[in-house]
């Protein structure tokens, strides 16, 4: 036992939580984090029920430890052919410059969680100790009936009405997501104002202002990052770009080398990738979407359907600059090396840390 109530519960030692990442995160390194005493994460929302129930087996095929699987609970994508049209045109010459068209059409090319029977179904026969959900609540049966199973459940909140709705719906524990995380925001809405609040910030009010415990993500990159968001009161402390340049991550050569790169140093909150607010390297994608009004942006997924066929077609010219390289604002700070030795660094500088806070 930890004494640390969330961290038992989670079947976990160090107050860590490698974030789900779509994209980036692997079998092999929630494998790899779970096993160091940490809690491993896949992300399944950008993948189908069969794609999920393969990656759980991966990972269990790897270790034993606890691991949590990520969703994505947006608002299912409503369709505007008129929208897209201009969206496809919008980008045709950009294509152009690869030698490459756009795709004819866009389609939504995941389905949220939100109405997805399947993938419910392919959660609560493999059981993982952990589900997380990003982007807003499933409904109030499936989340009974993934406590009903036995599994954790953990939720995203970037403002306090969040964290409330969150705590209504009977969610174990709140993922407090500050202004600074990379990747896409969660706004339960992404058309209403963001607070834009920072991770400490945003941490302090939920732990005074909810019963639940609280996980501090964003711009968290090392032992002393964890320590000060656990003297904020949160329980844990969840880490995403810190573990994209692990061997175990999936990004490409062009992300990896952007992020060891003077680029780490700017990163912009956009939402043309992919039709959501999402934090990433400043790059040649972010840079064409900077005058671009939101209202013009097709709904997401759908607008990552064209923003993913940029990035190949561009990218089988030998450039990198239209990829989905989401990065916080830690991105300077990362550091390339296995998953399991990050953890075992994390928690020695977690150590030392506490150790000077010592009178």
């Not at 403002?159 to 990379?182: F, H, N, Y």
């Not at 990829?323 to 990362?334: D, F, I, L, T, Y």
Request: charged share 20%.
């Amino acid at each position: 036992m930890t004494g640390n109530m969330l961290l038992d519960r989670l079947g976990i030692r160090l107050p860590i939580i490698q974030a789900p990442m779509a994209g980036v995160s692997s079998p092999a390194m929630a494998a790899a984090v779970s096993a160091a005493g940490a809690l491993g994460s896949i992300a399944v929302g950008a993948t189908d029920a069969a794609g999920a129930r393969a990656m759980i087996s991966e990972v269990r095929a790897r270790s034993a430890g606890p691991l949590n699987v990520n969703l994505f609970c947006h608002r299912p994508a409503r369709a505007d052919a008129a929208k897209e049209a201009a969206w496809i045109a919008r980008f045709r010459s950009v294509f152009a410059a690869f030698g490459a068209a756009p795709p004819p059409a866009l389609s939504e090319i995941y389905r949220s969680f939100v109405e997805d029977d399947a993938m419910l179904a392919v959660l609560l026969d493999t059981r993982p100790s952990v589900v997380s959900f990003h982007f807003g609540l499933p409904h109030e049966d499936t989340v009974r009936a993934l406590r009903d199973a036995g599994i954790v459940l953990l939720a995203s909140a970037t403002s306090l009405a969040e964290a409330q709705a969150i705590a209504a719906a009977g969610i174990d524990a709140i993922v407090a997501q500050g202004w600074e995380a990379g990747g896409h925001r969660g706004l339960f809405d992404p058309d209403a104002p963001d607070e834009r609040m920072e991770t400490l910030a945003l941490t302090l009010l939920l732990v005074r202002e909810t019963a639940l415990p609280v996980i501090a993500a964003g711009g968290i990159m090392d032992g002393r990052g964890i320590a000060a968001a656990l003297a904020a009161g949160a329980s844990a402390a969840q880490l995403g770009t810190a573990f994209i340049a692990s061997d175990e991550s999936l990004a490409d050569a062009g992300y990896r080398a952007r992020l060891a790169s003077d680029a780490a140093y700017r990163t912009e909150m956009t939402r043309v990738i992919s039709g959501r607010p999402a934090r990433c390297l400043a790059n040649r994608f972010t840079a064409l979407g900077a005058d671009i009004p939101a209202r013009a942006i097709p709904a997401y997924p759908i607008a990552y359907d064209l923003g993913k066929a940029l990035h190949a077609a561009a990218k089988a010219r030998g450039e990198s600059g239209f990829g989905a390289q989401w990065a916080g604002e830690g991105a300077p700070r990362a550091r390339a090396m296995p998953a399991a030795r990050l953890i075992e660094t994390l928690a020695a500088e977690l150590e030392q840390a506490r150790r000077m806070e010592q009178p």
